[in-house]
């Protein structure tokens, strides 16, 4: 007799060999082999199946964990109950249970695999279907790859860190793709199964700035990875290696922001690939365009909204006094840490949005109250005092002020 494996397991094994697991592959090959099953397995097994563990993972999906059963009863012994009764392999009854582990151990003619292999194997195994990987640019695949109606129904026991994403509703989600594509110029890694549901997804920084021993560097940097699998994790991984991204994060969550892995060295850098780098500053010039209409993620890395004194934005993932926004909140807006004067261009803290020396000039104290010495005038439906235009368009410093309020929810 040769080894009997049904339909599932076998389209299991071929979607896990082609996402990535050796162990799956391995096992294809000997299954497929012709040789009686005495020489593939050990003992008595045989009549390979999977079974489905299921549990509610809430919010529209569920998490699936799939393990492994056969029957290893001697079905020739004359002391066998269900001696001769050809489905007898298949009662349940008859039936064990396994791990990924002791399935992988019933394969007498395969290595040892360590603990890396045998994690992805029993990851992978739960995906029924073949994963592919790819880095997208438009403004819809962002949004696409957020909207929680997209992703998989099937996650992972465990946690699923694509599911629980805080961005993921319909709102957060419009906001974090138009202030990805418009705002921050970034790309993305999106993974989607067979049926274009997402499986995960990461951000891709194409130029982010750092200094080595005094030198500058321009990175393509990956940024946090969300995934229903931990497996498709490390297919995004290396993906974004194939595609030559420079950097990733060290740790793969929002605590850890300025730890850093080199996946692929830029020329003449200092650190070898795979090397660790840890506290180092990360800035991100970003194109800020007119484009963008409203909104900002929550971000995991470079989460501060820096204006040098030149006028240009930057992400950076550091802390300063020019930052004028923070992108921590979850509701799919900036917060304000400085305010930008539209009339100076002056950074403050006062309540109002000019500074103090503009509101001296604007307004003086009158008997009837506060008035202001400026003429109004109108511009896109707003009353705004004459001297923020010019020839009836904004001038460049209340231009960049419109442009800053947009990242907030007014
Ligand atoms: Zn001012």
């Not at 045989?46 to 964990?65: E, S």
């Not at 019933?106 to 990851?123: Q, V």
């Not at 109606?149 to 994403?165: C, I, K, R, W």
């Not at 974004?240 to 969550?253: P, S, T």
Request: glycine share 6%.
């Amino acid at each position: 007799m040769r080894v009997i494996v049904k339909d599932e397991l076998r389209a299991r094994l071929t979607c896990a060999a082609h996402n990535g697991s050796v162990i799956a592959k391995d096992i294809l090959a000997e299954i497929k082999s012709p040789k009686d099953v005495s020489n593939v397995v050990r003992g008595k097994a045989n009549h390979f199946a999977t079974k489905r563990k299921r549990q509610n993972g809430g919010d529209g999906y569920h998490r699936i964990k799939i393990v492994f059963t056969y029957c290893n009863k001697d079905t020739s012994n004359e002391n066998f109950p269900d001696r001769n009764n050809p489905q007898a392999p298949w009662f349940n009854e008859n039936r064990t249970e396994a791990d990924a582990s002791t399935f992988v151990g019933c394969f007498k003619n395969l290595p040892e695999y360590n603990d890396e292999e045998m994690e992805y194997f029993a990851n992978s195994i739960c995906v029924m279907s073949k994963v592919s990987v790819k880095l997208y640019e438009k403004m819809s695949d962002f949004e696409d790859a957020y909207r929680q109606e997209n992703y998989t129904p099937v996650a992972q026991f465990g946690d699923s860190t694509l599911h629980n994403s805080c961005m993921r509703h319909e709102a957060t989600a419009r906001n974090a793709a138009d202030f990805y594509y418009n705002f921050a110029g970034a790309k993305i890694i999106i993974a989607k199964d067979g049926e274009g549901n997402i499986l995960g997804r990461a951000i891709v920084w194409p130029k982010t700035i750092h200094s080595k021993e005094s030198e500058v560097y321009e990175c393509a940097f990956l940024d946090r990875v969300y995934y229903s699998h931990s497996f498709v994790m490390k297919l995004i991984y290396n993906h974004a290696e194939a595609i030559g991204i420079h950097l990733r994060k060290l740790h793969n969550d929002y605590h850890s922001t300025a730890n850093f892995v080199v996946m692929n060295a830029p020329e003449g850098y200092p650190l070898p690939n795979g090397e660790e780098m840890e506290e180092t500053q990360m800035a991100v010039k970003v194109p800020a365009s007119r484009w963008h209409k409203v909104g900002a993620p929550y971000l995991d890395t470079l989460s501060f909204i820096l204006l040098k004194q030149d006028g240009e934005l930057t992400l950076t993932n550091y802390d300063s006094i020019r930052v004028i926004a923070t992108c921590r909140s979850t509701n799919g807006y900036a917060d304000s840490m400085r305010k930008y004067c539209p009339r100076c261009g002056k950074l403050h803290k006062e309540c109002e949005p000019i500074c103090n020396s503009c509101r001296g000039e604007l307004f003086q104290e009158t008997f009837l109250g506060r008035a202001i010495t400026e003429r109004i005038v109108t511009y896109k439906g707003l009353r705004v005092p004459a001297s923020l235009l010019k020839k009836g368009r904004p001038t460049p410093t209340y231009a960049l002020y419109l442009q800053i309020q947009k990242l907030y929810n007014k």
